[in-house]
């Protein structure tokens, strides 16, 4: 089974709508994250947990808001979906800050492709 | 200016020729190096780390100047499974990574 799944994986909605994208993770890490994919632009970080109570804006959290409901789940609601949403969104854990700790690894979900019409 | 710069690509090589891949990034404050590879709609996964001493792990070799701040990817004799998009990846000792838009490699027969 993955350490880190995302659900859905494809999902097609329409300009207002709100849509949670969710993200499991059985690594046992106190660290997650959330991020967009666009052509062209790499990953962005949209927002980004270090344990259940807290939350941190990233880069592009306009429009986005989160809820860390437990250590292994960290899930991502666009309230009202506009077509600039569209993009492929990554959830990814890590346990460690990066550049400190054990580790400097963040282990990616496999993706959410999400389109807004 | 981008914080982390790539050539996007694509670099379009036979099998077993040797490639470079070259990043910059615009922060000397920045603490840590990485290269992710991420195949064709699939998730990011960590290549290597890139240390300051140059690494190698098998036909990837990693090197950092930082006085220059640049860090480079050399692959040796490629193989068609590395055909991917190669991310380049900073962090400025913060809590965030900083992925640049990477370069696809595409290998041929």
């Known amino acids: 089974d993955a350490d880190v799944t995302q659900t859905p994986r494809n999902r097609i909605t329409k300009t207002g709508k709100r849509i949670m994208l969710e993200c499991s993770q059985t690594k046992g890490h106190d660290r997650m994250y959330w991020y967009r994919q666009d052509p062209g632009l790499g990953l962005r970080l949209i927002y980004y947990s270090f344990d259940v109570k807290d939350i941190n804006k990233g880069e592009i959290s306009d429009g986005y808001s989160v809820s860390r409901q437990a250590q292994a789940k960290f899930s991502l609601s666009l309230e009202s979906a506009i077509p600039n949403q569209t993009a492929l969104y990554f959830c990814?854990?890590?346990?460690?800050?990066?550049?400190?700790?054990?580790?400097?690894?963040?282990?990616f979900g496999p993706g959410t492709r999400l389109t807004v019409l | 200016r981008k914080e982390v710069e790539q050539d996007p690509g694509p670099f379009n090589v036979p099998e077993g020729a040797t490639v470079a891949f070259n990043c910059t990034y615009s922060?000397?404050?920045?603490?840590?190096f990485f290269w992710y590879r991420q195949d064709c709609r699939k998730e990011p996964k960590l290549l290597m780390s890139?240390?300051?001493s140059g690494n190698e792990d098998g036909r990837f070799t990693a090197q950092l100047n930082r006085a220059s701040q640049y860090i480079s990817l050399l692959i040796r004799d490629s193989k068609l499974s590395d055909s991917a998009t190669y991310l380049c990846?900073?962090?400025?000792?913060?809590?965030?990574?900083?992925f640049g838009t990477g370069t696809r490699l595409q290998v041929f027969p």
């Open positions: 990814a854990t890590s346990d460690a800050a990066p550049g400190q700790g054990s580790t400097d690894t963040q282990y």
């Open positions: 990846v900073v962090n400025l000792n913060t809590d965030k990574l900083i």
């Open positions: 922060n000397s404050a920045s603490q840590s």
């Open positions: 890139v240390y300051s």
